[in-house]
Structure formats: C-alpha cells, structure tokens
C-alpha cells in the first residue's frame, strides 16, 4: 500500500485566493511526522511545514497551514492568500521514528494572475 | 558550508561508464539519505545512513548502485555501468534526528 497518497497531479488557483492541497497517509505506527515541500521548476525542495503526530493543533507557518485530521489520516496542505510565486510542485512526506522519508507523488499547482 | 552540498550539479556520463555523485550534509547531521527523482515524478527512496551504518538499502533498484558514508558525514553515491534508465535528479538530505529534512540542490544525471 501506497503510504503516502496525493490524489491532484495538477491544481489551478486564482491570485490571491485560497487553496487546499489534498494529502492522506497510511501507517500503523502511533509516533510519525508529517512534511509538506514545494519544489519549484529550479529544483530545490523547500521544507514548508511539519506536524507532529501527537500535535493537538494543526501547524500553521505564515500562508501556510496544515489540516491535521488524524483519524482520516489525512494532512491537506492550505496556503492562503496565493501568490504567483507559490506555482511549484508540492510534495507531502511522512517519517516514522527512525526511518525513511516516503513521500508522495505530487501536486503541480498553478497561480493564476 | 550552511546547508547540504552536491557536486557535481550536473553529470553526463556514457551508458556503460561509473559515475560518484557526492553528497556533503549538514555538519552534526546523524541521518543521510539518498532519493532518485525522475522527470515530474515525487522523489522515490534509495538508501539511509544514520552516522556510518547504512541502515537501509532497499531502494537502491540494483546491485549496480552503491552507498557509503565511512565517517559519518560525507556520502558517497556510486553508480557502476550506468543504463539509460539511471538518467535522473538525484538527491540527497540530511537530519537531526527526527525533524525535518533538509535538502542538497541534487546532481541531475544522463546518461547517453
């Protein structure tokens, strides 16, 4: 079973506007991590967000939130307020205590002005 | 350096040749991976060191590929007889821990 599921390969959003990128997990281990990247057309991963799975609230860093519903194991990355510079692919990455990062397939999100 | 570095960037070697891509961590990181992304795709697992113990190697697709880290800190990445099917990004990340990973700009490999 796949452990990591992003169900969207390609996301349009307005400038300016709100958008919810769609992220589920598989594990049966209590303890694990859970990580949101963006990688632009130049290549780099750029680390956006972490949640901790014994974390009450959802994490939040600037434009960016996760929506933490643990029972769905699920973990859908929200950025607010979308700038054209927010065009990348986005990964969804999950760690369990001492192993791998396995991550997702991707989401290609696109702003338009 | 702050951050992970790869060298070289960029690497084009003829199908049959060896090729070592090298991966510098962040100094004090424990855990070092290496991850294979192809073309549009999500990085796909090769192996994971924690100091100098490769602890797994399960992605590594063939005993063509090859990993080591003798001290703990710099990585080494070794592809024998390289195929076409080799031609990918491949990265590398270290962490502290359990946080987060942090990323090398990665070495983009064609092979011809």
């Known amino acids: 079973a796949q452990k990591i599921t992003q169900t969207q390969p390609g996301m349009f959003v307005q400038e300016k506007e709100a958008v919810t990128l769609d992220c589920t997990y598989d594990t049966s281990d209590p303890s694990y991590g859970l990580f949101w990247y963006k990688q632009p057309s130049s290549g780099e991963m750029i680390f956006l967000i972490y949640q901790g799975s014994y974390d009450q609230q959802n994490a939040t860093e600037g434009r960016y939130s996760l929506n933490f519903q643990k029972a769905r194991k699920s973990a859908n990355l929200v950025i607010s307020a979308s700038q054209l510079g927010d065009s990348a692919m986005y990964f969804c990455?999950?760690?369990?205590?001492?192993?791998?990062?396995?991550f997702g397939t991707g989401t290609s999100l696109t702003v338009i002005p | 350096g702050a951050g992970v570095s790869q060298s070289p960037r960029y690497k084009v070697a003829k199908r049959g040749q060896d090729v070592a891509l090298r991966c510098d961590p962040i100094?004090?990181?424990?855990?070092l991976f290496w991850y294979q992304q192809a073309l549009g795709q999500g990085p796909e697992f090769l192996t994971y060191f924690q100091n100098e113990a490769q602890l797994d190697k399960s992605g590594l697709p063939s005993d063509r590929f090859f990993a080591e880290r003798p001290e703990g800190s710099v990585s080494t990445l070794k592809i024998q007889r390289t195929q076409q099917e080799d031609s990918a990004v491949y990265l590398c990340?270290?962490?502290?821990?359990?946080?987060?990973?942090?990323f090398g700009q990665g070495t983009r490999l064609t092979v011809v």
């Open positions: 100094s004090g990181h424990v855990s």
């Open positions: 990340a270290s962490s502290l821990g359990e946080g987060r990973a942090f």
């Open positions: 990455a999950m760690r369990e205590p001492g192993n791998q990062f396995y």
